[in-house]
């Protein structure tokens, strides 16, 4: 006898059944390994941070404390180009010609200290935030 049709014989998979109590262990087991490299990844993390920000705000004072001296100088230099030695202080000379006293003009001078903190908070103020570039060689320091 002949066949007349004949195919493949289709094989499906064998499902394995586990029992709650396994699958319960693994989904555990599963969560403690992630539980554990999170509390790892964290405290890696903060032990390099830990390390790192010290450096950090020791640049960064470093670097605003020159960005306040340069400020500084600028501003001062700027206000006393527009006053004259004579206009702070007074010679008072004798018939000779001799000094006998030098007398400071306390207001010219009061206003010179002001015009020049006023010029420095001013410019301190247009700066706005600066980005502070840290090399890596920084952090190799021995």
Do not use: W
Not at 99 to 106: E, P
């Amino acid at each position: 006898m002949h066949k007349i049709y004949s195919r493949p014989r289709i094989r499906m998979p064998k499902i394995i059944l586990q029992s709650r109590k396994r699958m319960q262990s693994e989904k555990a087991k599963k969560m403690t390994t992630i539980v554990v490299i999170l509390i790892i990844a964290f405290s890696t993390v903060k032990l390099i941070l830990d390390a790192v920000l010290p450096i950090f705000d020791t640049l960064c004072e470093n670097r605003a404390k020159s960005i306040a001296t340069i400020v500084s100088n600028e501003q001062a230099t700027n206000v006393m180009k527009q006053h004259t030695y004579d206009e702070l202080f007074t010679i008072q000379k004798d018939k000779d010609g001799n000094i006998t006293m030098i007398q400071s003009n306390v207001i010219p001078i009061n206003e010179i200290i002001s015009d020049v903190a006023n010029k420095i908070q001013e410019e301190i103020d247009n700066r706005g935030r600066e980005n502070i570039q840290i090399a890596l060689r920084k952090f190799y320091r021995v």
